[in-house]
C-alpha cells in the first residue's frame, strides 16, 4: 500500500516555493489565529509595540513550530517560553503553536516579518530569501562535527551573522541545533562519493544542494518533502538525505533502508522575533527575552542529542543498514566545486570555520 508521509524534518519543510505573500491569501487558520492574538495584545496594552517601551504591562506573543509537541525543536521553544514565563514572573506569556497550526515555516517566515505572528523557530534554510548570509549553513562539508559549529555559532562571526537578518525585519535570538543531513537509499549503499554517481536523490528546492548533487554525480529531484516516501517506494527515485530523527519519525527507513552518516550539511536552526516587536519592548523585556532565549540552548541540545540517540538505536532494531562515514576528506574533495562556486560570497565566515577547527 503506498503511503506518503507528512512533514517532519526542518529543511524538509521547505520546497523553496514562493511566499504567502505571492500566494495570495493567508491560510484561514493562521489569519484566525494572528487576529485573536492581536486582540490579546491591544486588551493588554500597547502589545509591547510602543516606543516608550513595555514597563509593567502583560504581553502575549506567539511563537510558530511546525514539528510536532514532542520535537526537540518545540521542546527548546517550550522551555524558551517556560524561562519568559518565570523571569517575567507570568507577566509575558509566549505561546507556542506546534505542528504548523499558524502555518507551513515558509508561509509563517513572511507573516513574522509582517508582524502578523510575533516569533518563530525556523531553519535557515528558508531564511535564505529573506537573509542571503544564511545561505552559508547551505554548504557542504564546512563543519566537522557538531562542537565545531558550535564554536562557530557562539563565536563573534556566528553572532554577527545572527544580527545580519535585522535588516530583512527580523531579530535573531539565538541558534539551536540543527542535527546533521546524511544519505539514504533504496538498494545501493552509499559507501563512497562515487556511489553517487547515476542515483536520483530527493533535494530541496536549493540551488546549493542541487549544485552538490550534480557534483557527486547524482540525479538531484526536487520535490515536496511529502511525496518523498511514494516515490521511494515506487522507485522514482533512489534516495534522499536528512537528519535521523526525521528519517525515522517520516519512516523514510521502511522504505530505504540502507543509511549512510556522512553529515554533509548542518542547516541552523533560529529563534526569531519580529523586528518591530522588538524595538517595541522595555530594555528590562529585551534582557528577559534574550536571556531566556540563550538559557535554552543548553536544554534543546541536550533534547536533540537524545532524541538522535534513541532514533539510531530504533533504526538498528529495524535493520537499516547504517554506514559511518570516519574520513570526510574524499568527501569534501568531491564536493569542492561548489565550495569555489559559492565560496567568495561567504569567505569571512569560512575563513573563521576554518580558524576554530583546531580550536
Not at 134 to 152: E, K, N, S, T
Not at 226 to 254: R, W
Not at 276 to 292: R, T, V
Amino acid at each position: 500500500m503506498t503511503k506518503s508521509k507528512g512533514i517532519v524534518g526542518s529543511m524538509g519543510n521547505w520546497n523553496g516555493g514562493p511566499l504567502m505573500g505571492r500566494r495570495g491569501l493567508l491560510k484561514a487558520g493562521a489569519f484566525s489565529a494572528a487576529a485573536m492574538s492581536t486582540l490579546s495584545l491591544a486588551a493588554c496594552g500597547d502589545g509591547g509595540s510602543s516606543s516608550g517601551g513595555s514597563g509593567g504591562a502583560e504581553l502575549k506573543f506567539r511563537l510558530a513550530e511546525t514539528h510536532p509537541e514532542d520535537y526537540p525543536t518545540t521542546l527548546g521553544d517550550k522551555k524558551f517560553a517556560d524561562l519568559v514565563r518565570e523571569a517575567s514572573d507570568g507577566r509575558i506569556d509566549i505561546q507556542v503553536f506546534a505542528g504548523g497550526q499558524l502555518g507551513e515555516e515558509s508561509d509563517v517566515i513572511e507573516q513574522v516579518q509582517m508582524g502578523s505572528i510575533e516569533m518563530t523557530r525556523v531553519s535557515s534554510a528558508p531564511m535564505t530569501e529573506f537573509s542571503s548570509g544564511m545561505g552559508l549553513f547551505g554548504l557542504p562539508y564546512i563543519f566537522d562535527d557538531a562542537d565545531h559549529m558550535w564554536r562557530f555559532l557562539d563565536d563573534d562571526s556566528g553572532q554577527q551573522l545572527l544580527g545580519s537578518m535585522e535588516d530583512a525585519g527580523f531579530k535573531g535570538l539565538c541558534y539551536f541545533d540543527p542535527g546533521a543531513r546524511s544519505f539514504y537509499t533504496r538498494e545501493k549503499a552509499i559507501l563512497t562519493p562515487a556511489d553517487v554517481k547515476g542515483q536520483k536523490f530527493r533535494v530541496q528546492e536549493s540551488e546549493v544542494i542541487i549544485d552538490f548533487i550534480k557534483a557527486l554525480g547524482g540525479s538531484p529531484t526536487p520535490m515536496d518533502y511529502g511525496e518523498v516516501y511514494s516515490s521511494l517506494q515506487s522507485g522514482l527515485i533512489d534516495g534522499a538525505e536528512n537528519n535521523e530523527p526525521s528519517y525515522y519519525s517520516a519512516t523514510h527507513y521502511e522504505v530505504a533502508p540502507n543509511f549512510t552518516r556522512d553529515e554533509h550539511m548542518r542547516v541552523a536552526e533560529i529563534l526569531v522575533m519580529n523586528q518591530d516587536s522588538w524595538n517595541g519592548l522595555s530594555d528590562e523585556d529585551k534582557d528577559i527575552i534574550q536571556q531566556a532565549a540563550t538559557d535554552a540552548i543548553p536544554f534543546q541540545r541536550e533534547k536533540w542529542d537524545a532524541q538522535v540517540e534513541s532514533d539510531m538505536a530504533k533504526l538498528k532494531e529495524a535493520g537499516v543498514k547504517i554506514t559511518e562515514v570516519d574520513d570526510i576528506t574524499p568527501w569534501r574533495e568531491a564536493a569542492q566545486p561548489v565550495l569555489d562556486k559559492y565560496g567568495e560570497e561567504f569567505a569571512e565566515y569560512l575563513d573563521k570555520i576554518d580558524e576554530l577547527r583546531q580550536a
